[in-house]
């Protein structure tokens, strides 16, 4: 069982909006805190943000800080990615990664297998 | 931001060699330092946090070491399913940053 997948990619405008969404399974998703994580094609890992367990407290890179809005729906097991005013340097894949906020020092796992996002004209 | 240096940036090894991944961050992290491999197309997958935990599942050729700023991996007896990018990422503060990878190739 795959525990996290990712759906809402694909190829949007410069200056649009796309909602990525990631279904949990097979864990305590309401006791995780969840993050984003974006790979630009052939590039490394950049973290987006972060939202913990309830919902209550949000973070995000500066990069993107006023135009994606992370949220969670913890009776639908999903994390959520609101993503408004894309650029073409947003174009990457998408990651939800989740970390048990009991285990102290904030292990990345699980992983989704990531959606692509593609903004070009 | 907490800059994290890996080196080398990339690696060519043998099967059955012993390698050593170095991680450098800016400032002191205390050991909130977590290891992945990246195969390609695929997701990271988390090798060790906190420094030198190893996750369930991963085989014990895999060790990590250090703290404050100075972190290795350590892959002893290569494997040819070991050959990947791996990076690192510190956890101490936000933005949590990743090292920017070494690949690991034949």
């Known amino acids: 069982e795959v525990p996290l997948v990712e759906s809402g990619g694909g190829l949007v405008q410069p200056g649009g909006s796309l909602r990525l969404s990631c279904t949990a399974s097979g864990f305590a998703f309401r006791s995780y805190w969840m993050h984003w994580v974006r790979q630009a ?3 490394g890992l950049v973290w987006v ?3 913990n367990n ?3 407290s949000t973070l995000y890179a500066d990069s993107v800080k006023g135009r994606f809005t992370i949220s969670r729906d913890n009776a639908k097991n999903t994390l959520y990615l609101q993503m408004n005013s894309l650029r073409a340097e ?3 894949v998408y990651y939800c990664v989740g970390h048990d906020f009991w285990s102290g020092y904030v292990p990345f796992d699980p992983w989704g297998q990531g ?7 | 931001d907490i800059q994290l240096t890996q080196s080398p940036s990339s690696l060519s090894a043998s099967v059955g060699d012993s390698v050593t991944i170095t991680c450098r961050a800016s400032q002191t992290i205390n ?5 992945f491999q990246q195969k390609p197309g695929k997701a990271p997958s988390l090798l060790i946090s906190a420094a030198s935990s190893l996750q369930s599942g991963v ?3 895999f060790s990590g070491s250090g703290s404050g700023t100075d972190f290795t991996l350590t892959i002893s007896s290569l494997q040819p399913e070991d050959f990947a990018t791996y990076y690192c990422q510190q956890t101490y503060t936000t933005p949590y940053t990743f090292g920017q ?6």
């Open chain 2, 31 to 35: 050991i909130y330092l977590n290891w």
């Open chain 1, 49 to 51: 943000s972060r939202i």
């Open chain 1, 41 to 43: 094609p052939g590039k």
């Open chain 1, 115 to 121: 959606t692509l996002v593609t903004v070009s004209s």
């Open chain 2, 59 to 61: 085989p014990t050729r």
């Open chain 1, 54 to 56: 309830d919902g209550s």
């Open chain 2, 101 to 106: 990878g070494t690949k690991l190739e034949i």
């Open chain 1, 90 to 92: 947003d174009t990457a």
